[in-house]
């Protein structure tokens, strides 16, 4: 094996376990592309401020571009007996052009080295991401478009409270999803910060051009303190924050679409292509891609507590600790896009039982505060209204009744202020209908709400 680059210190080969403890090129060669268009960009600075000389910077530029497309394209298999995909395309680069290749890394530390990588490769991920969303969004949006008649429960406490619809219910989770996307936003701006030039800790002494390399990798910004750069890992826990966010908020529609699959409910069938049988079982339609989802975000608290715990005793700056930060926010990364995929299919190609939604929402009398509403709008105080229509919700169960099928005598032997107009009073889809309050379940407001989930879909799609 060739000697390390770092060599020159040691007087004694390095254990070979000690070599595979050290090495972290099994999971940081997929940040090659990153890695090296921070070459390209900082050995242009270099020949740009005579540093080095021009036509050596050229032809490193060169040779880092084909070497990036001879990776791509299998041509170049990555050696996983390096140390770090630094390394690899390092030695890659002097082994096929002599010297030049080692004036590359003039000015510039491994440790300044990786965090500009995790950033570039970060801000493609956060950006795909949000794409994602984007479609989870569109999807919701067209679903509740389909349903905006059809009346099921609103729960509180599990138990039945009043009746909203199938669309306003979804588009609950479009509020989340969209949070998600801006919150992303907001990490992606803490990312979008360039730290080469920081060097090991204490910047260089050649003539840097710091923002000249931002302007080449389209950086907004540089790092304004040179040991920050090389140790602040904030950005990648801010993103494993977002993630876990963004997960609970899948877990939870995960546990909702488990429950509305069930017999119980029986409001939701899942095509086949997004659900599972059973071994044994022949009847058997199991949602295994929401349960996995609802698992899956406890793998991604996990990798959030991962980075916590390895950041929170370091003293400035660099310390080895740090490499185990890739790992971790590549498994969040990677599993909340796969969620958010699959998430998206099997709620798109679901099939809605609006029958069995509106048989549920007639039980429970999700239309007692309507009675009472109605009662007050008839002059009844309200808590009177409170007593006597809980009182005819205990004669209905007793007799057999609902609301809507409770004889008018009925109704007007606990207040003469019952009239035939009682009747549309809790009719459940008057009841939602009326609901007109600005972010209410009515049809006007839940027309809106998807119009400003598209038009919010849009504006980012134009960015």
Known sequence: MADKMWSGRSQK???????????????????????????????????????????EADKI???????????????????????????????????????????????????????????????????????????LLTTIAKKASD??????????????????????????????IRRDMERLDDVYVRTDVMPLGSCALAATTYPLNRHRVAELLGFSAVTENSMDGVSDRDFVIELASALSIMMMHLSRFSEEIILWCSSEFGFLELDDAFSTGSSIMPQKKNPDIAELVRGKTGRVY????????????????????????????????DNAKLCLELFTKMLDTAAVRSDAMLQAAKKGFMNATDCADYLVR????????????????????????????LPLKAYQSFSPLFENDIYEAVDLIHCVNERKVYGGPSEDSVRHQIAEINSFVKSKQEL
């Open 61 to 135: 530029v060169n040779e880092l571009t084909k070497i990036r497309e001879d990776i791509a394209s299998g041509a170049l298999p990555i050696d996983f007996e390096a140390e770090d995909i630094h390394m690899f395309v390092e030695a890659e680069l002097t082994k096929r052009i002599g010297e030049t290749g080692k004036r590359l890394h003039t000015a510039r530390s491994r440790n300044d080295q990786v965090a500009l990588d995790i950033r570039l490769y970060l801000r493609q991920e956060i950006r795909a991401v949000q794409e994602l969303l984007a479609d």
């Open 378 to 405: 008839k002059g009844m105080a309200f808590r009177d209204a409170y007593k006597i229509t809980g009182q005819l919700v205990a004669h209905c169960i007793k007799e057999n009744y609902i609301f809507e099928t």
């Open 302 to 333: 996990g990798d959030l507590t991962t980075l916590l715990t390895m950041m929170k005793n370091l003293p400035l700056a660099y310390n080895k600790d740090m490499q185990e930060d890739k790992e971790a926010i590549f498994d969040a990364v």
């Open 147 to 176: 349903n905006i008649q059809a009346v099921m429960p609103g729960f509180t406490h599990l138990q039945h409270g009043q009746p909203v619809t199938f669309a306003h219910y979804i588009l609950a989770y479009a509020q989340m």
């Open 13 to 55: 080969a390095l254990d070979s376990r000690v070599n595979d403890f050290n090495s972290s090129i099994s999971f940081d060669w997929r940040m090659y592309s990153w890695d090296i268009a921070g070459s390209i960009a900082h050995a242009t600075m270099l020949g740009e401020q005579g540093i080095i000389e021009k036509k």
